[in-house]
């Protein structure tokens, strides 16, 4: 509006359009901006790779115990041309992954289930609120040990400790969550006549989704580490198995090629998670911080 | 319950159903203190609204006059006194109430659309009925146009207008309001009570109207009570007898008779906002 007066009064004098020029410094800003970082980033790896390609092939570093990365990439490529012992990397990968998208989603669904029922029964949030606590505070991780005891070798116990990992992440959460719902939302919707079950499924759910999908990006990787310690402590595939194999065969490039393609998996379920927070908390202001001032 | 606003000819006011009119009678509440003291929110609250009346209660900070709407609703029990809504003792959520708060009470993930149609979805009414009731709704608080957009996306004032909406499509017996336009800007604030009068004449639910702005309480109400400090009691009752319909909120302020009820009410209420202002600066 203002610039619209502005550029009226003006007319006849000068024919620069202020607002379009500013429009465009703007856009060269913005631009120059993103190749600088993107220039930042690939300066970074490169100097991170490169630096221990070089100090193994110095010797500064020993490349028996801490790999290199152009052995790396070998051991990658042997892996996924001539297989392991325990037949192909996709076979390998497929029950990792497997594993850890089961435990992700029992652990999920049990988090969030209990997460909601303790976050709104104040009686029983305080009766189980410290045991909770307390199993909260075990080394979990060493549950494996006795999973792979009580269920064998098997898929199962792994799905199992990669559950109890994620639970603990997606339960606190929704726990949070349904206490930071806002009171008078609630008191609202009672009002109105809802019942206790419309109060949940209009209000504290849908309010307490933020925390839960806010917990899903770390609770994914929790679910990988479950899978793959727990292939590590005993089983008969599985990227975990050949990384304690490598480990046994004092193979640290075969670790970490396991080590990138985990990583990739956990890149790519990320995305998807993403893509599942966009979609449900699309009602979300912008972030601030993402504008970013030009 | 008839849930569609029937669009009603202008001419007089139309007689609101006995069904609305509401006793509050020796209204105590007390709350536990999580160390296990109790606590007396209200004292002995007396007040009655007569059916299609404006009642304002205007009392000093932390009076417990949200506590009273709070009994009236049906969300809290009483711990003594009785509170009425068209004679039947209120035990549980009271049927046909609307509440209103300062923080406006939105669903940040519904749209303005969704946001309004909760009322009808609540009481059962079919999809379509609803949206196109909050459609006309929306339409009625001057948001036509809006129905997409999420309320991040509205200014203060028009999240109130969305408030507004959601909590009259109902077409309440009774309106609660909590300091509904604490927080907005002196026009803004005009303008949504001038439009807040407009739909409590055509629809004329009883009002209980909590606020600390005694020029508003006297502009808008039948009733203004004022209440002690804490713990609450009812201290005074005035009837506003300015004629209806009020017209511009911002043009009767200058009216004499304005002046001289606010002049007599102010004196009332004086005296308990130096009291409560007196303990918490004690307190501090």
């Known amino acids: ?294 | 319950m008839n849930i569609t606003p029937t669009p009603r000819p202008p001419g007089p006011p139309p007689k609101a159903a006995d069904g609305a009119r509401i006793e509050v009678s020796g209204l105590t509440k007390r709350y536990l203190t999580p160390k296990g003291e109790t606590f007396t929110a209200i004292r002995d609250v007396t007040v009655t609204v007569e059916a299609g009346q404006f009642c304002s209660i205007v009392g000093p900070t932390g009076c417990g006059k949200s506590t009273t709407l709070a009994q009236v609703s049906g969300l809290e029990t009483p711990s003594a006194g009785s509170v009425k809504v068209g004679g039947n003792l209120v035990e549980g959520i009271t049927n046909g109430v609307s509440y209103m708060f300062q923080a406006d009470a939105l669903f940040p993930w519904k749209s303005v659309l969704g946001n309004v149609m909760m009322g009808p979805i609540l009481l059962g009414t079919p999809k379509r009925q609803a949206t196109d009731l909050a459609r006309d709704w929306l339409r009625r608080v001057g948001l036509a146009g809006f129905e997409d957009r999420f309320p991040h996306q509205l200014s203060g004032g028009m999240r109130k207008r969305v408030a507004m909406a959601a909590a009259l499509i109902n077409n309440p017996r009774i309106l609660l309001m909590d300091e509904p336009f604490g927080a907005l800007d002196v026009q803004t604030k005009a303008i949504m009570q001038n439009e807040l009068l407009k739909l409590w004449e055509e629809l004329r639910p009883s009002v209980l109207f909590i606020t600390h702005d005694l020029d508003e309480a006297v502009a808008l109400s039948d009733r203004v009570v004022i209440m002690t400090s804490s713990p609450g009691s009812v201290k005074d009752v005035f009837d506003i007898d300015l004629p209806r319909p009020r017209g511009n909120v911002q043009e009767i302020r200058h009216e004499e008779r304005f002046l001289e009820l606010q002049g007599r009410i102010w004196e009332s209420l004086k005296d308990e906002v130096t009291r409560a202002y007196a303990v918490s600066a004690g307190a501090a």
């Open chain 1, 1 to 294: 509006m203002t610039t619209l007066t502005h550029s009226e009064t003006r007319k006849g004098e000068k024919p620069v359009e202020p607002e379009s020029a500013a429009k465009n410094a703007g856009r060269i800003k913005a631009r120059r901006r993103s190749a600088s970082i993107w220039i930042g980033r690939v300066v970074l790896a490169v100097a991170v790779v490169g630096g221990w390609q070089w100090f193994t092939t110095e010797g500064w570093v020993d490349k028996f115990f801490f790999g290199q990365p152009s052995e790396i990439w070998d051991s990658l490529v042997k892996l996924f041309t001539e297989g392991t012992a325990f037949g192909t990397i996709w076979e390998n990968l497929g029950v990792t992954a497997q594993e850890a998208f089961f435990g992700f989603l029992l652990g999920t669904f049990v988090g969030v289930i209990l997460g909601i029922l303790l976050g709104s029964n104040k009686y029983l949030s305080a009766v189980v609120g410290p045991y909770i606590r307390i199993v909260n505070s075990i080394p979990r991780i060493v549950l494996g040990s006795i999973f792979i005891v009580a269920f064998g070798l098997g898929v199962f116990p792994k799905i199992l400790l990669a559950a109890v990992l994620v639970f603990f992440v997606v339960f606190f959460n929704a726990f949070q969550g349904v206490r930071e719902v806002d009171q008078n939302l609630v008191a609202n919707v009672r009002v109105l006549g809802a019942s206790p079950y419309q109060v949940a499924m209009h209000v504290t759910i849908p309010s307490a989704m933020t925390w839960i999908i806010a917990s899903l990006h770390t609770a994914f990787g929790f679910a990988i580490i479950g899978a793959l310690v727990a292939e590590v402590l005993g089983a008969q595939k599985g990227i975990g198995l050949i990384i304690s194999q490598a480990q046994g065969t004092f193979d640290p490039n075969t670790v970490f090629a396991c080590m990138v393609i985990i990583a990739v998996v956990t890149l790519f379920a990320e995305s998807l998670i993403n893509l599942l927070e966009h979609r449900l908390l699309k009602w979300r202001p912008p972030n601030r911080s993402e504008a970013q001032a030009i």
